[in-house]
């Protein structure tokens, strides 16, 4: 119930492409869906975040599709440069106070010239 | 801010003996976490304090892991007898609350031989 589920594990993209990361969750309850980016060598920060009130939220290059009846949300990077090659994780919870947010396991993207 | 501030960023060390990781999170925080990161399992959260009282320990793998906040701007995780499979990056983060925006340290690399 807890789960986030995230896919690809890892993911190759040519400098200008568009990679996209998917997440899934069974909790109805959760209410903040945020992602964060890590380099290597870094601690993950957050990179942007969506609340299920909207579909869609663009910041910069970066873009949170949702689809809340299908539970699934999703990160675009457009025009993705070299310098975006890091670990992007998603993670969702919910509203109580009492739960932390939930993980998933991440996805190591690497955008090469 | 300096932003979380953990201890010592690498720790190498022979399997049985004792290892402890340090962690100062952000000012005013009342929120502490502490996460490993492995390839395997991604980023698991291992336990999390609310005003220096541990709220959820579920995720501390075994008895040799232990963890204590005395006070708001210290934390340490302990881990004793450590074990090659111990090795991994270590994540110290801090929050104003559990569902929110977590803010993560650098980490400590710990390989145990």
Sequence with gaps: QQQVKQSPQSLIVQKGGIPIINCAYENTAFDYF??????????????????????????????????????????????????????????????????????GKGTRLSVIA | DAGV??????????????????????????????????????????????????????GMPEDRFSAKMPNASFSTLKIQPSEPRDSAVYFCASSFSPEGRQFFGPGTRLTVL
Excluded at chain 1, 47 to 62: C, T
Excluded at chain 1, 63 to 90: E, R, V
Aim: net charge neutral; glycine share 6%; hydrophobic share 35%.
């Design chain 1, 34 to 103: 945020p992602w964060y980016q890590q380099f290597p060598g870094k601690g993950p920060a957050l990179l942007i975040a969506i609340r299920p009130d909207v579909s869609e939220k663009k910041e910069g290059r970066f873009t949170i599709s949702f689809n809340k009846s299908a539970k699934q949300f999703s990160l675009h990077i457009m025009d993705s440069q070299p310098g975006d090659s890091a670990t992007y994780f998603c993670a969702a919870s919910t509203p109580s106070g009492n739960t932390p947010l939930v993980f």
């Design chain 2, 5 to 58: 501030i953990q201890s010592p960023r690498h720790e190498v060390t022979e399997m049985g003996q004792e290892v402890t990781l340090r962690c100062k999170p952000i000012s005013g925080h009342d929120y502490l976490f502490w996460y490993r990161q492995t390839m395997m399992r991604g980023l698991e959260l291992l336990i999390y304090f609310n005003n220096n009282v541990p709220i959820d320990d579920s």
